[in-house]
């Protein structure tokens, strides 16, 4: 596609519950990134794929928190077991290679 | 630790003000140094970019000013108008390297 897409835009959960978040990135970009954005706050990074392999998991806050990616396309990012401070905005940016990220719009997640 | 560091928080400028931000980075080997701009709502956008073999780059009313020996960026506003209102993100990253570092953002706001 033209751009990134995440989907859902917006999701309210209840607490307890399991989200999964979507990024469909440019088509042909090898790299793709989860990024975490709490209100007000700075980009929090998650987790690094090149392919649909993920050598940097580092990011990702607890072991409630997986990720995917197949066919070096779509990444999944799932929250088990939600808590309400898990409550941002969760960014995908992909890249063709070590230069600037293109960023998609976001999923505001909210956990009640 | 952060590896960028990025100031003001915030500011406010009047519309036709110059707006500064300014980052300073640790890692010389940083060689890719882009500037994003994020909209309520939006993902961050790619604004302009800057590689230290130059000292500035002007693209409209945006400019970078890059001094290597001092391991410091900024981004000048010129003009700034309402539409400006936003919050800006340094990131710098080395070449090879997958994960760009970025600053903890500044809302900039541009009062009519």
Known sequence: GAGVSQSPSNKVTEKGKDVELRCD??????ALYWYRQSLGQGLEFLIYFQGNSAPDKSGLPSDRFSAERT????????????????SAVY?????????????????????? | QQQVKQSPQSLIVQKGGISIINCAYENTAFDYFPWYQQFPGKGPALLIAIRPDV???????FTISFNKSAKQFSLHIMDSQPGDSAT???????????KLSFGAGTTVTVRA
Not at chain 1, 25 to 30: A, E, K, L, V, Y
Not at chain 2, 55 to 61: A, L, Q, T
């Open chain 1, 25 to 30: 990135p440019i088509s042909g970009h090898t």
């Open chain 2, 88 to 98: 800006y993100f340094c990131a710098a990253i080395r070449s090879n390297d997958y």
């Open chain 1, 91 to 112: 960014l995908c940016a992909s890249s063709p290679g070590s230069s600037g990220y293109t960023f998609g719009s976001g999923t505001r997640l909210t956990v009640v």
């Open chain 1, 71 to 86: 066919g070096g396309s779509v990444s999944t990012l799932t929250i088990q077991r939600t808590q309400q401070e898990d």
């Open chain 2, 55 to 61: 000292s500035e780059k002007k693209e409209g009313r």
